[in-house]
């Protein structure tokens, strides 16, 4: 850690003097922020890894502890809301390090003037949720801010899990010959909060992903496959995940665009709203990263969850083109996937 | 937990139809949304205690687990600002249960329209607390609101820590005969953010106490005080403190107002605006329970640490009057000390 506390700010004040709703996104501007701001100035090699919660080692093994603030808008979505929402992404960020997750903490940031029902309603949701996951909400914080200076509620959740076996979870992990595989179909839940908050109307309605991973993940390793990595889908979706992984493993992905499993109401609601659904955020979908021999064997254990249902191995890793993301199409011409640039999807968890 | 959602919400609509600021103060209200609300829907055992943070017992032994949001208004303040404030805030809350703390993580909300330079300001801030409280930011989450949803910045801070002795240090381990000890004067942080907001001037710059009290208590259980509780006196002052405590343990705690620490600065301040400097907040300042025996020891303990300066013994546990807190003054005069009822200082942290 630096001696001398730096008074200049690392990003150059000429190029962005103030914060804009892309530094919540999840890409390349949100990366900008973690590499040259959070990354110096709270330096250690936890917080390095990147991944999706810390790991640290006690006298009895194991520990992953990791946070997520929600700010998802309407508060109330097809298929979740942000109560749900915050305890299943702390879950599955747990999750994605191979952890059970076991304690989660809620911090409340209510607005002066926030119907108590809709509270209740949403305490409600996390307590089903926390419930459903096995995990107990033992610690809490309240705070109220001036009408006008919040919306509705912010909710903080952290959690503590346990880590049961010895193997690294973790994009340092990933090695060329490891087999991709995605847990569902992509970009349901971002399509359905930005269904509700343009009124859009579908023939069905549009229900978001939201769900807990950590029993899918539960599984794989009780299946003895042998888990590289593991990711969920969130902001910047499945694009920005593959590529911050390439980048941490310092290997090549490569995707095959006919696995990749979409369904007809999100992609229809792409093409309307002129999204990619490769950078639509999901929250309740992983990507994992196991060696080739194990992949068939994964994804049967995915397809008997009912997490993983449309489970379906979309490409692989190489040693070539070091760092890069492509993706091969129909015609069998490959594109280069690149990070979510700017905002996409503005609070969407 | 109820196997049915129960849909009716338990503060009456009549009553409290909105989340009002005073829902936030740490007083009445926000005791009543904790025990209305949060308990009856979270429940479990660690949450029922209702300490600072939660115990929970691993293979290798016991740790802490705590949560604390920031919302503090302004940004800046004498002695301060909300990067240390919220590393402080739940180092202490650790240092509370008698943990170590050890590892932290930080979820970042952030306005869009913030200065980056400001948010730089912050992150420094937060870099030096933790480095000089022995903890590392492990883990993290930003998350961007659009202009008027949110104040500048919000902090959330969660925090792990170490139990390295058998010690219960809980309020339920208050007993009659106990020595009511605090570390310090009261009143500065709530004060110093007072006097910043309102534009009052004193003849010398009131600074916040804002400090981390994790030596404090190490240097105590060091020495071999057997601390029966330790709770750290910020929203609702030290007159809410003790009332919590008392009523959680089942017995009443009486103070003497002539040996309560007070500074002359703090003391004007609060007859200039008329409030009680037994509710105002403090932000490293604790109270600590401990056997009458041990008393003046823990005194020593204090008076040697840089925290704890100005500490005094200001009360006892006894068995009568079970959970009341009453305060003699100047004149002999014996007066009822009640919960802080509404909000006294909004956004004090």
Redo the contacts between chains.
């Keep these: ?2 001696e001398q ?3 200049v ?3 150059p ?1 000429k190029d ?10 999840g890409g390349s501007f ?1 990366h900008d ?2 590499e040259k ?2 990354l110096p ?2 330096e ?1 090699p ?2 390095s890894r990147l991944h999706d ?2 790991v ?1 080692t ?4 194991r ?1 992953a ?7 998802v808008s309407p508060l109330f979505f097809p298929g979740g809301d942000i109560g749900s929402l915050s305890v299943y992404g702390t879950v599955n960020d747990l999750a994605m390090c191979g952890a059970r997750p ?2 989660l ?13 809709t ?2 309603k949403i ?2 949701s ?3 949720a ?2 459903e996951t096995g995990c ?11 009408k ?4 509705g509620v ?1 909710i ?1 959740t ?1 959690g ?1 899990g ?1 880590i049961e076996h010895d193997r690294n979870i973790d994009p340092t992990e990933v090695h060329p010959g490891d087999a991709v595989l995605v847990s569902g179909d992509i970009g349901r839940h971002g399509m359905a909060v930005m269904a509700v908050r343009e009124g859009i109307e579908f023939e069905t309605t549009l229900q978001s992903d939201c769900a807990s991973l950590a029993e899918l993940v539960q599984d794989l390793l009780k299946a003895n496959v042998p888990v590289h990595c593991l990711r969920d889908l969130t902001r910047g979706g499945l694009a920005t995940a593959m590529v911050e992984i390439a980048q941490t493993s310092g290997y090549s992905i490569h995707l095959d665009e006919n696995w990749i499993p979409l369904c007809r109401e999100v992609s229809s609601a792409c093409e309307l709203l002129g999204l990619d659904p490769l950078y639509v955020a999901n929250e309740g979908r992983l990507a994992a990263f196991v060696p080739s021999a194990y992949a068939e064997r994964a994804l049967q254990v995915m397809h008997a969850s009912p997490q993983g249902e449309s489970a379906s191995i979309i490409g692989r890793v190489a040693k070539e083109e070091a760092g890069l993301v492509t993706m091969t199409n129909d015609l069998g011409t490959s594109r280069l996937i690149t990070r979510l640039s700017g905002e996409q999807l ?2 969407i ?1």
């Design positions: 850690m630096p506390p730096n008074l700010c690392p990003i004040i962005y003097p103030k914060v804009v709703l892309a530094h919540g996104g949100t922020l973690i701001m959070f100035a709270f250690n936890t917080l919660g810390a640290f006690t006298d009895s093994g520990m502890f990791s946070t997520d603030s929600h700010v076991q304690y903490s809620a911090g409340f940031i209510l607005e002066e003037g926030l119907p108590m029902e509270l209740w305490i409600q996390m307590s089903r926390a419930q107990q909400i033992v610690t809490g914080d309240t705070k109220v801010v001036d006008g200076k919040g919306d912010f903080n952290s503590v346990i503005p609070r968890c």
